[in-house]
């Protein structure tokens, strides 16, 4: 997704959600990567505590949040398109690899401006696709190579699974 799309009345996380639920999910699971412009910090991307309790009414086919690893960024702030990912990720059962996974558990700063650092480029993966992630990188910043944002170098998914089902 282009950061230079021109504005509408959508706004372009509105319009990842709507196309996530009406027509990638049932095709498999997502890996959603890109600039995405969105502080979220450290906050959670999932809901908290999130259990299964059989005194209270819950719909029958809720599905509980089974991944409750926290995760960690260098880039403590919280802006509002932040707020809209996590709430993204968490109506979508979605999650955030950066801070979380091997490879970069603190969370490196993907933009590097002479104003300051702060993460703004995300991989973030279907939650059933994330116990299977093995490692995920953000490249050290390199002024020749970009004016801002780092390259993320790899991702590496555990041996034997089948990516054909995955729409990325």
């Not at 979220?40 to 999932?46: A, L, T």
């Not at 990720?89 to 955030?96: G, N, V």
Request: aromatic share 8%; proline share 3%.
């Amino acid at each position: 997704m282009s950061s230079y799309l021109h504005q509408s009345d959508d706004d372009v996380l509105d319009s990842i959600e709507r196309d996530m639920t009406c027509t990638y999910k049932q095709l498999g699971d997502i890996i959603l990567c890109g600039d995405l412009n969105a502080r979220s910090g450290s906050e959670p991307d999932f809901i908290q505590n999130d259990v299964y309790d059989t005194h209270l009414p819950i719909y029958n086919d809720y599905d509980c949040d089974t991944i409750q690893d926290v995760r960690h960024s260098y880039d403590s702030k919280v802006d509002v398109r932040g707020r809209q990912l996590l709430d993204l990720c968490i109506s979508t059962k979605m999650r955030i690899l950066n801070g979380r996974v091997l490879g970069d558990l603190y969370g490196k700063f993907t933009c590097h401006k002479p104003t300051g650092s702060s993460v703004v480029d995300y991989v973030i993966v279907s939650e059933a696709l994330l116990p299977k992630i093995l490692s995920f990188k953000i490249s050290d910043f390199i002024p020749n190579f970009s004016d801002c944002h780092c390259v993320k170098r790899k991702i590496l998914v555990s041996k034997g699974e089948l990516l054909s089902k995955i729409s990325v």
